[in-house]
């Protein structure tokens, strides 16, 4: 596609309900990275994709959360039991190669109630 | 951890008067990008600096990094409305991960 794509753009869900978020990058981007956003504040990383390699999940913040990236293209973001504290943009970027800009999505607003 | 630290964290202006925000960082830093982020929308890249000292110019933006490759800095003169956002460095630690700065939100009175 012409530019990332996330989605749901928003997600509204219960306390300790499931959510999947989903991104799809730049086709033939190679890195592909999450960040999440709370409001007023800055970009907090949570994992990095590179190629056929091994993640970098050093930025997720509990075991709630994983992701996956599947013949290396879509992402999808998991956040199992969620919590009012996880209430956030999730903000998907992905990158042609190594150290070069990111082109981010719009992303997914997510609301736990 | 390592982090990225950005001030101002808000900056008012009159339209026509300059704008700055730093960046810096306790370690060395391999690159460092900015990005502005508007009302609403997702950060959107505006440059790389890599080397030492390097200065880069856009029309009314000027950025700099630092001869340590430690700090940067963004300024903009005669700021207009259009010019309204929140602009944030990402620095590189190392890794091929940006770590992100929490912004300056750039308030530009008419």
């Known amino acids: 596609g012409a530019g990332v794509s996330q989605s749901p753009s928003n997600k509204v869900t219960e306390k300790g309900k499931d959510v999947e978020l989903r991104c799809d990058p730049i086709s033939g981007h190679t890195a592909l990275y999450w960040y999440r956003q709370s409001l007023g504040q800055g970009l907090e990383f949570l994992i990095y994709f590179q190629g056929n390699s091994a993640p970098d999940k050093s930025g997720l913040p509990s075991d709630r959360f994983s992701a996956e990236r599947t013949g290396g293209s879509v992402s999808t973001l998991t956040i199992q039991r969620t919590q009012q504290e996880d209430s956030a943009v999730y903000l998907c970027?992905?990158?042609?190669?190594?150290?070069?800009?990111?082109?981010f999505g719009s992303g997914t607003q997510l609301s736990v109630l | 951890g390592q982090q990225v630290m950005q001030i101002p964290q808000y900056q008012h202006v009159q339209e026509g008067e300059d704008f700055t925000t730093y960046c810096n960082s306790s370690?060395?830093?391999?690159?460092i990008q900015w990005y502005k982020q508007r009302p609403g929308g997702h950060p959107v890249f505006l440059i790389q600096?890599?080397?030492?000292?390097e200065v880069k110019k856009q029309k009314r933006l000027t950025f700099q990094f630092g001869e340590a490759k430690k700090n940067s800095s963004l300024h903009i003169t005669a700021t207009q409305t259009t010019d309204v956002g929140t602009y944030f460095c990402a620095g590189g630690l190392g890794s091929y991960i940006p770590t992100f700065g929490r912004g300056t939100s750039l308030i530009v009175h008419p």
């Open positions: 970027a992905s990158s042609g190669t190594l150290n070069e800009k990111l082109f």
């Open positions: 600096l890599v080397k030492s000292g």
């Open positions: 370690t060395t830093l391999s690159n």
